[in-house]
Every structure is written in C-alpha cells, then in structure tokens.
C-alpha cells in the first residue's frame, strides 16, 4: 500500500544506491580479499591466506555509497530518458519524431544494456581509486588502505600530480572492458526477470526479495563469463610496474597458460552472487521504502 515517500525517483536512486552499495561492500569484504589474493602474481598465501581478510577496508567504505550512487542516478535516468523516446517515437511519424536522430524501435533490452553502461562508466569514477587502494591492501602490499594511499601520494615530487592521478586510476581501461560485460550481462537478465514476475503476479511493484533472488541468478552468470577480464583487471592494479593491457595478457598466458584467467572463479561468483542479492535486493527495499511502498 503507498505511504507518503520521495517524489524524485532521482533521489529515491541516489539514497537506495548508497545504501545497496555500503550494504554489499561491507558484508562480503572478506571474500573479495580472499578473490584479490588468489589473482595475485604473489599467490595466495605470500598475499596473506586468510589472514587479515579486512585489510582495505577503509577505502571501501569510502567508495561504496557515492560510487553506488552515481551507478543508479546515471541507470534510472539514461533508461528512463531511453523508454520516454521509444514510445514517443512509436507514437509519431518518421518526419515527426520527438527524438530523431535515434532510431524508432529498439528492444527493451537495448535500453537496460545503454543505461548500464553508462551508469557502470559514471561509477567507475569512484570505483577505480578505490579498487587501487584497497587491492593493494588486500594484496599485503600495505598494511592499510592509508598506508597504500600515502605511498602513491609520495611519489607526486617524482612523477608530479599528473603521475600520482594516472597511477589512482591505473586498471580504468581493463575496468571498463570488465564492468560494461559484465553488466550487459546482468541488469538486462534481473529487468527480465522482474518483469516475469510482475507479468505472473499481477503486481506492478517487485518485493526486496524477489529483487534479491533475480539479482543472485544475474549477478553469477555474469560474474562467471567476466573473470577472465577481472584476473586481468587485478594483475593490472597490483603491478608495482605498469603493464599495458595486451603484453600483461601475453605474459599470463606464456607463465601460467589459460587457466590463470580463472583463478577465484568460485570466490568470485560466491561473492557476486550474494553480492547481487545483497546489493539489488536492498536497492529494491530502499527505493520502495523511499516511494512509500509498504
């Protein structure tokens, strides 16, 4: 039944994507450590076991909300501007339409992959600096996430503040090539399935549980397709050189073989499979909680 709630389904996405993104981050750190720690070049064991598994903590409560955040204003804005012109232009001519320089009719699906993308480009803004941080600390190259941090900061008399910017957002390109798959892959899947269900329930809202279930199945089918370009992404952030994407890639197949492009594969579809239920089953709870659904 609706209450009185946010008006803004803008700020209703910003408030729930904080939530969503702190919730996850800190429920499942642990098992992100321990994934961190099987990609390593060092190894499990020489990057700390299962010792210390909150190491780099404090970066991600750092990064979680606003990263989250930018995630699902940029999503719900980009799909909803996206909907708004296909039926606009379903509804007019050809010469007439709202919007045309963009092609009539497109698959719904189209629009969830677009709006992702662009969210997952807007997070990583956050995302990236953050993952530096803190998988440096996973990795016991530091002690903290302060102690990683400070350690880039000083190198800025050696290679100035343009060098100490790159070296926050080394791993932006992999971490792309990694996200934008990756949630091609799951946001069309958990639109599809929460669709199924309104269609079956009769229902136009979605429950934070079923929003939780849908986002679990979504969530491990695309983390189990994405970890090659994940392994790539850490090995990347955690070189104390800086290898450029396609030699790094090179060099893993020629030490290690294939394989190596699937170390963690069950901690990380563990993970982002709970993550998944975690993180969309909150946004679900928080956005109907801030539209006064009960």
Not at 39 to 56: H, N
């Amino acid at each position: 039944m609706p209450t009185s709630g946010i008006d803004s389904p803008y700020a209703r996405s910003l408030i729930a994507g904080a939530i969503a993104g702190t919730a996850v981050d800190l429920s499942l750190y642990p098992i992100d450590t321990l994934k961190t720690r099987l990609q390593s070049v060092a190894g499990f064991t020489r990057s700390g076991g299962f010792r210390g598994i909150y190491k780099g903590v404090g970066s991600a409560l750092v990064g979680s909300a606003p990263g989250a955040a930018l995630f699902f204003v940029t999503y719900e804005s980009t799909k909803a501007f996206l909907r708004d012109a296909r039926l606009a232009n379903q509804h007019l001519a050809a010469d007439s339409a709202t919007y045309p320089w963009l092609p009539g009719k497109w698959p719904q699906p189209i629009e969830h992959m677009a709006a992702a993308s662009l969210g997952e480009v807007a997070a990583c803004a956050v995302r990236v600096p953050t993952e530096v941080v803190k998988q440096r600390a996973q990795a016991g190259q530091f002690d903290s996430s302060i102690a990683a941090l400070r350690n880039i900061a000083s190198q800025r008399a050696k290679i100035g503040y343009t060098g100490v910017w790159r070296e926050m957002y080394r791993g932006w390109t992999v971490t792309i090539l990694r996200e934008i798959p990756f949630t091609v892959i799951q946001f069309p899947l958990w639109e599809a399935m929460k669709q199924w269900r309104r269609r079956t329930s009769g229902k136009d809202s979605i429950a934070a549980v079923e929003s939780a279930l849908f986002g679990s199945l979504a969530g491990a089918t695309a983390a189990g397709i994405t970890t090659p370009l994940d392994v790539l992404k850490t090995r990347m952030m955690l070189s104390r050189d800086k290898p450029a994407m396609l030699p790094l890639l090179a060099q893993i197949l020629r030490d290690s073989g294939p394989s190596a492009f699937f170390a963690g594969i069950g901690p990380r579809i563990l993970w982002i499979s709970a993550g998944g239920a975690l993180f969309l089953g909150s946004y679900q709870w928080a956005f109907n909680a801030l539209e006064g659904i009960k």
